[in-house]
């Protein structure tokens, strides 16, 4: 809805054709006509709104103009204009009555919400434009709009990137030494098949089939990606792994050689900057990888500390630790104290796997805080000398390297969100952020928001949204997704579509709805051609992706009809 300039208020539907109407003109009411204000419903006459507008602080001729393209006429009797002067010494044996009539009209005007004014609902923002059935002031959605244009988590364009899978590397032949032995390559006119489990190292054939894409051949597309009005690049995880997803971490602050080096990241993140775009990866929190140096030496011995990272025992059969996803490649990963929060020996472990991942940044941390407080002497040394794996830190700067699994888990250094945020990432993607739990995720988010300022959240959530948004940033919207097609196939009537998108953004609100990605499809779903073959429905599926509110999200080559189930 395009609002008029500097209108007091949005025009209501009704009032469209009159929106090029000249706005300085002088209302030509007559002195007793009463006109309906949309704000509120309450019939008015003119001096009542010019009277109640210029307290709120709008000019005159922005009265006039909504007196005459928004207020309508009240249905009934009209009232005879009279020549001024005759209304005028009419209006002096009432002139008492009206004064004692005049303020319990404004009274009922400032008593009503929608007519706050533009002053207050300014500063109400968010608070304004939430208020149900009711039309937000002009002013109050020129400066959420304004706000919404600065913020680039809203509305954004999203480019989802399998980089194994993207653009084929200069020389695949080069670099197969970085691959496991275990692998299988294939040329870019083959296509991923199934698999089946290869025993010996607990993965799928088909997690195994490398196609040797990388960040170079990546960064070589960017023109491309940039001409398709891209605002955000997401790649899924680029972290040392021993598959070709990468959902299976074995060191999250690394870089995986496959796809380059340290220098071809920065080189990427600093030509993404440069055309305008924003740069999310893939973080998984949840899990991690069997093949990592922390679960081969918990696996290996039953009395080392790190297995208070994992659930491990004899009660987790067949392979003595919990696995995600019945993967066996993947262990789950220990983020809450096994005996309740905050207490028992497991606690300052759970803290120090906490700051590993998302919550350490530069040297500061939950332990760091007490010498940051100024806790000196016997404060400081106690509570060092409760961790009895930790070395006592210098009282002037805090650098204390924890071995409590190796020499990489360091909650003193920057932890792996802190890490890829300096490097140049703008915002991370949680993967299974719905099994990670609302406490952590926010802990998580504030953590994001104190490493980077203004950077991005977004969790997998594979269900409404509200309740997920208050810990987040944002989620993916495969809800939205699933309105969509239902309306593209046909299944589910446009009412019923329509209350629920109104319904959701009740639920949570509209600034949360237009942070969330709308999924229709991604690596853990059939494609968008696969699911709808037709040429008609998948446009119109793709006209409600980026016309809803909310950041539509592409996933690499559905621009082009790329198939796949």
């Not at 001024?84 to 008593?111: C, G, I, S």
């Not at 067949?318 to 993967?327: D, E, I, L, S």
Request: some cysteine.
């Amino acid at each position: 809805m395009v609002l008029p300039t500097r209108a007091p208020v949005p025009a209501s539907s009704s009032s469209g054709e009159r929106r090029g109407a000249d706005r300085t003109a002088l209302p030509l009411a007559p002195a007793m006509e009463r006109r309906r204000d949309p704000e509120d419903g309450g019939a008015y006459t003119y001096d009542e709104i010019l009277a109640h507008y210029t307290a709120e602080g709008y000019k005159k001729k922005e009265v006039n103009a909504y007196w005459e393209q928004e207020c309508t006429p009240v249905k009934g009797k009209k009232v005879n204009a009279e020549p001024k002067a005759k209304a005028k010494a009419k209006a002096e044996p009432k002139a008492k009555a009206k004064a004692k009539a005049e303020p319990k009209v404004k009274a009922k005007a400032k008593a009503s919400p929608a007519l706050r004014g533009s002053v207050k609902a300014e500063s109400e923002g968010a608070a304004v434009l939430a208020s149900p059935g009711r039309l937000p002031r002009a002013r109050a959605v020129m400066h959420a709009m304004k706000r919404r244009e600065l913020d680039w988590r809203i509305g954004c364009v999203v480019y989802q990137i399998y980089v194994d899978r993207f653009a084929p590397c200069a020389n695949l032949e080069a670099k197969k030494s970085l691959y496991p032995e275990e692998g299988t390559f294939h040329t870019w006119s083959e296509l991923p098949k199934g698999g089946q489990l290869v025993e010996s190292v607990g993965y799928y054939s088909n997690e195994l089939a490398f196609w040797g894409g990388d960040l170079p051949s990546l960064t070589g597309k960017l023109d491309y990606i940039n001409d398709l009005g891209v605002d955000v690049m997401y790649l899924q995880p680029v972290t040392k792994s021993f598959s070709n997803h990468k959902y299976d971490t074995t060191d999250y602050k690394d870089l995986d050689a496959q796809y380059g080096t340290d220098e071809d990241f920065k080189t990427l993140v600093d030509a993404l900057h440069e055309k305008g775009m924003k740069l999310v990866l893939d973080f998984v929190f949840n899990h991690c990888g069997k093949r990592s140096n922390l679960v081969q030496e918990a696996l290996k011995d039953k009395e080392s500390p790190n297995r208070k990272f994992f659930f491990m025992g004899d009660e987790y059969q067949p392979h003595g630790y919990k696995v995600w996803g019945c993967a066996p490649s993947l262990v789950e990963l220990a983020l809450e104290s096994k005996e309740g929060p905050c207490c028992g020996p497991w606690a300052e472990w759970v803290a120090e796997l906490q700051n590993y991942l998302w919550a350490s940044k530069d040297g500061s941390c939950e332990l760091a805080s007490f010498a940051a407080d100024g806790l000196k002497g016997s404060t400081w040394e106690t509570h060092c000398n409760s961790h009895q794996h930790l070395p006592l830190p210098e009282k002037s700067e805090v650098q204390v390297a924890i071995h409590a699994a190796t020499n990489d888990v360091n909650i003193f250094s920057d932890s792996a969100l802190a890490t890829w945020l300096r490097r140049g990432a703008d915002g991370a993607r949680l993967d299974v952020a719905s099994e990670i739990g609302l406490d952590l995720l926010s802990s998580i988010t504030r953590a994001a928001h104190r490493h980077k300022k203004g950077s991005l959240v977004v969790g997998e959530v594979w269900a409404y949204s509200p309740h997920w948004t208050s810990c987040m940033d944002a989620v993916l919207s495969l809800h939205l997704g699933v309105l969509i097609y239902g309306l593209a196939e046909g299944t589910l009537p446009g009412p019923s579509a329509a209350q629920s998108l109104a319904r959701m953004v009740a639920d949570s609100s509209i600034e949360e709805v237009l942070k969330c990605w709308i999924v229709v499809s991604n690596h853990d779903m059939p494609r968008l051609a696969h699911r709808l073959p037709d040429l008609k429905a998948r446009k119109f599926a793709q006209a409600l992706q980026f016309t809803w509110p909310g950041c539509p999200l592409i996933y690499y080559g559905d621009e082009l009809g790329l198939e796949g189930g």
